[in-house]
């Protein structure tokens, strides 16, 4: 084969992979738009007014936190959270993804298994984000009286800290839930 031949043929491989590397995120975009969100919530039995107002309470969420929307009411954080937005009118986080007459009524305490869950209101209600990985998570704009849920391996405590890392309060060993907590003094959550 000549030089020119192998040249060829590298750069036609090159083109290739760029054209399948570019459609990649083409794709990601569609299922991860305002419109397909909407569309989402919409089919969860959201009015359109709703899916509206669900759309610019997450994002509120994104102006403020690193992250991207995933579904019409969850944002992937970059630490590794998941924060799951309340439908405007509603107390409890639901999953959207699930059709309306499929979808069993939701537990107050929504967290899943080997999670540490934090509520921005007591008693399980309101936002919730959800940790999993052993790190210390940082809390912005987390204030006031809320709620957690540990519902993680059976014993592993959660660590919260103040602004300077000092651990300040240790949860009781999972599963163990506190339906009234103040995250004023939280800066950090280190869930095991």
Request: net charge positive; charged share 20%.
């Amino acid at each position: 084969m000549s030089i020119l031949k192998r040249y060829a043929s590298l750069a036609a491989a090159a083109v290739a992979v760029l054209s399948v590397s570019l459609a990649g995120p083409a794709s990601a975009e569609t299922t991860h738009s305002k419109a397909a969100f909407g569309a989402q919530a919409r089919a969860a039995g959201l009015s359109q007014d709703a899916a509206k107002s669900l759309q610019a309470k997450v994002d509120h969420y994104l102006a403020r936190h690193h992250g991207q929307q995933v579904a019409a009411n969850e944002i992937a954080l970059a630490d590794g959270a998941t924060l799951t937005v309340t439908v405007p009118g509603e107390k409890r986080v639901r999953d959207l993804s699930k059709p309306t007459g499929s979808r069993a009524a939701t537990a107050q305490w929504e967290c899943s298994q080997d999670y540490f869950c934090m509520y921005r209101d007591v008693l399980g209600l309101g936002d919730r984000v959800a940790l999993y990985h052993c790190q210390d998570y940082a809390l912005q704009d987390w204030t006031g009286d809320g709620s957690y849920y540990n519902l993680q391996t059976r014993g592993t405590q959660a660590l919260f800290k103040n602004q300077n890392r000092t651990v300040i309060d240790v949860t009781p060993a999972a599963p163990f839930s506190n339906a009234s907590y103040d995250w004023t003094p939280v800066w950090f959550v280190r869930p095991c």
